[in-house]
């Protein structure tokens, strides 16, 4: 068994003597079973969570407030790319009303075990692009420098400097490296309000995790920046919707022109679009101007908590189908993002809208996305919760068994795997 860790108030992190770490599905405490718990995977992080006690298992549920003379909080794990959690932390708020809400990370239950912290996750891709050892800043700061001093008046190269090196975007990284996939932030307006846009946060209620990208590249800066990536890079994808930038479908105009001259120049490499999928035309005229892949984002594929999640402005979640079921039609690998969360993502309800999305759009892949947000702060924004949760092993199984045609992973993948399933040794 696992046994509880939380912290004191200097941050300090210990494991508790007796007590069994306690997870959560949805406001659901739970016992985590062994079998769902892995290593901390390289790469993780662990946060406090001020404001709520640690929740362990002593016979019964238990919220701890002291341990010995010290006041306690509760410890959560966040995980590295690649990797999906199966449990929230168990937490309880005392005072609900002055606990802060906690900033944009996905919080995953963890313990302790055998000499070492336990996370309550499940690995989804093999793919090991974005792992630590990859990246190094003693090498990719002089190829920063390289690129500015080449292109010194690229704004996009400016920003993407900034995405690198302040909020160590990987992709951002990968695009002064020349390999893999490189960003092309472009959209500082949106069409919609998520309640755990990293970028944006209208309410205040906690900090974005990013500044919003405030100046649009011209055609010339973002195809000097996409092109070279494009005809060198190894296994090269250029994509457009980034974590730093608003929806990039409001600006379509400018990414069609781009991916036209992109495409008249080279037939090399993939050109993806990150999207909330709101815009079913301009999807389509991405497609004809020559778009390989699209990846479509979604919490939920039930209209209602879509709705509650997303609070879209003048579209709504049939738009989001019909935009994927048009990059599907035109002959588009076509990925949702789906932005899990344990206890509400493996609703029996959610599953079936799930099965029905896939079936209904033929898309080709789905993407297993932590939900960065506070748990309490999700669970508030959505409608009451319908159906039983069957856990997030078994959401993997049922899509592996109902649909499996449809890739399950993490990452994007470059044309050269369309419609191959790297991550299908992967048990789940
Ligand atoms: S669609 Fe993307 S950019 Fe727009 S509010 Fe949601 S997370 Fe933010």
């Not at 472009?186 to 309410?203: K, W, Y």
């Not at 055609?219 to 090269?236: D, F, G, I, N, S």
Request: with cysteine; hydrophobic share 40%; net charge neutral.
């Amino acid at each position: 068994m696992a046994f509880m860790v939380f912290a004191d108030r200097t941050e300090r992190i210990y494991d508790h003597p007796t007590f069994e770490m306690g997870g959560a599905s949805g406001d659901t405490w739970v016992r985590v079973p062994d079998d769902e718990l892995i290593p901390l995977p390289e790469g993780s992080r662990l946060f406090t969570m001020p404001g709520a006690q640690p929740v362990g298992w002593h016979g019964t549920f238990q919220a701890i407030r002291t341990v010995g003379r010290r006041r306690v909080m509760a410890v959560a794990a966040f995980l590295p790319p690649g990797y999906m959690r199966a449990y929230l932390p168990g937490a309880f708020y005392p005072d609900p009303t002055v606990a802060p809400y906690l900033p944009l990370w996905a919080y995953t239950a963890a313990g302790w075990r055998d000499g070492q912290f336990v996370a309550a996750a499940i690995r989804v891709d093999v793919m090991d692009h974005q792992e630590p050892g990859q990246y190094d800043d003693r090498t990719l700061l002089p190829l920063i420098r390289k690129r500015l001093a080449e292109q010194p008046h690229n704004r996009l190269l400016h920003q993407l400097k900034r995405c690198a090196t302040e909020y160590h975007c990987l992709c951002a990284k990968n695009g002064f490296y020349r390999r893999w996939e490189a960003p092309l932030p472009v959209a500082f307006s949106c069409n919609a309000d998520c309640v755990g846009c990293i970028s944006l946060q209208t309410e205040g209620l906690v900090r974005a995790s990013h500044e919003r990208v405030s100046v649009t590249p011209s055609l010339e800066e973002m195809c000097a920046v996409a092109l070279p990536h494009l005809t060198e890079a190894q296994e090269a994808i250029v994509s457009f919707g980034q974590g730093c930038e608003g929806e990039p479908l409001l600006y379509g105009a400018l990414i069609e022109a781009t991916i036209r001259r992109l495409r008249a120049q080279t037939d090399r490499g993939t050109i993806h679009l990150n999207t909330n999928g709101s815009l079913p035309r301009v999807v389509e005229r991405l497609c004809r101007a020559g778009l390989d892949s699209i990846r479509v984002s979604l919490n939920s594929a039930q209209p209602e908590a879509y709705a509650a999640y997303y609070r879209p402005k003048n579209y709504n979640f049939a738009d989001v189908v019909e935009s994927i079921r048009t990059a599907k039609g035109c002959g588009r690998y076509t990925s949702v993002n789906l932005l899990v969360f344990p206890g509400v993502s493996d609703r029996e309800e959610e599953v079936e809208g799930l099965l029905s999305l896939i079936a209904d759009t033929g898309l080709d892949f789905i993407q297993m996305k932590n939900l960065n947000i506070d748990p309490r702060r999700y669970l508030e924004s959505l409608p009451p919760p319908r159906g039983r949760a069957i856990g997030m092993r078994e959401l993997l199984q049922t899509i592996r068994r109902e649909a499996p045609q449809v890739e399950i992973g993490y990452f994007n993948r470059p044309k050269a795997q369309f419609g191959c399933f790297p991550s299908a040794g992967l048990r789940f």
